[in-house]
């Protein structure tokens, strides 16, 4: 009876759906979730009795990856079953036979062409997001997926940024359950959990392989997954400059974009080109009145004792000023305007990342999931991209306006 002790994420949404999605991170429990509803499937109320499915496939990326986690794993469906309900692995034929006749075919996603012909009521996927050849080997899977009544699939994976998944989450026929790895905190060895929340955690990579969220790079983006991870660092020397970067919204009210505020600091010994920035905190808040983002961006200064707020004053003008003043009269403040669009902006701070020039501390998902979808196209992702903005200004009044100073022939003389 796994559904009396199962983590919620592991049973199946109620309802008419066709493809169950059970996202998670690593070690969430997804296989045994994935073993037990084909169980569910294809068991009857007595060993020899027929249950809902008759024809079932198991589907991996690679056959070795069905046989040894899918079938023969720990939480693979021979190891959930009893004794009496087990089912006989052949290997020759590559599938599994239970007592009452329900056979369970597996396949490899790096073979698509071998779903041609075969026809089944249910199946289980796994891994999706990591196939080779996924879009292909998912198609030829819903053309067999045809027999009985209600056909239907589950597929256990960790989600990845890709098309097919996307495109499987959009559909109106599925539903999801997710979790994190720590949901499963009872069946995993404590020095798993700890050691890989101690590396992983607060970092884009840990939001994925270990929260289970699905993180999406736009096709061409300024800043990619890889390279923000590339530019992870744990610790964080001296700095010679501190700003506070501020992009307040528009409108003061609760329905109003955030309002971005963005840390950094940079360490400019020698000439710019070896100058180095690190992004030590995204303080963005989502403010109900400019009051509200203006206490947050004065406690960031001081929790960081940066030497000046920069702010965009577009929308507001000398408000901006004058809001920030009344939280502190003192607050050393740059109004800056912006004169060219967000991507134009953007691009020479993106152009600084690619230098290997900018690093990240943990903990700034919400701004690096706003980086990754900046296009040169322009912004893909939902409302403004306020944290990006503030990162662009942080960056430009820390790194790229001295610069130019620098550069200048009377300023070198001066």
Known sequence: MFELWAWPHQLPPPGAWRSWVCLGGRGAG?????????????????????????????VGETFDQVMEVMVMGPSGVIACSPPDRRPHWE??????????????????ASEPENLRGPQFDAAWVDELAKWKRGLEAWDMLQFALRSGPSPRQVVTTTPRNAPVLKALLASPSTVTTHAPTRANRAWL????????????????????ELEGRLLEDAEGALWTTAGLEGARVDAVGALDRIVVAVDPP??????????????????????PGDWRAVVLEDASVQ????????????????????ARMVAEVNQGGDLVAQV?????????????RATRNKVARAEPVAALYEQGRVAHVR??????????????????????PDRVDALVWA??????????RWRSPRMRVL
Not at 287 to 306: D, E, K
Request: proline fraction near 5%.
């Open 91 to 108: 290997a020759t034929r590559r599938r599994l036979v239970w007592p009452n006749g329900a056979v369970a075919q597996a396949f490899s």
């Open 189 to 208: 060895a404590p020095s798993f959990l700890k050691e890989m929340e101690a590396r992983y955690g607060g970092t884009r990579l840990g939001r994925q």
């Open 395 to 404: 960056l430009t009044d820390l790194m790229i306006e001295p610069a130019a």
């Open 363 to 384: 903990g700034l998902g919400a701004l690096e999931d706003q980086m990754v979808l900046m296009t040169p196209q322009g912004f893909l992702g939902r409302g403004s």
């Open 30 to 58: 997804k296989t045994r979730a994935g073993a037990e509803w084909v169980r569910a499937q294809v068991e009857g109320s007595r060993p020899g009795d027929p249950g809902l499915s008759r024809q079932v496939a198991l």
């Open 287 to 306: 403010a109900a009145s400019p009051l509200a983002w203006a206490q947050a961006a004065v406690a960031a200064m001081a929790r960081h004792g940066a």
């Open 250 to 271: 528009v409108t003061g009210h609760a329905g109003s974009d955030a309002c971005g505020i963005v840390v950094a600091g940079v360490v400019t010994q020698g000439a």
């Open 324 to 336: 920030v003043r009344q939280i502190d009269p003192l607050v050393a403040f740059r109004a800056v």
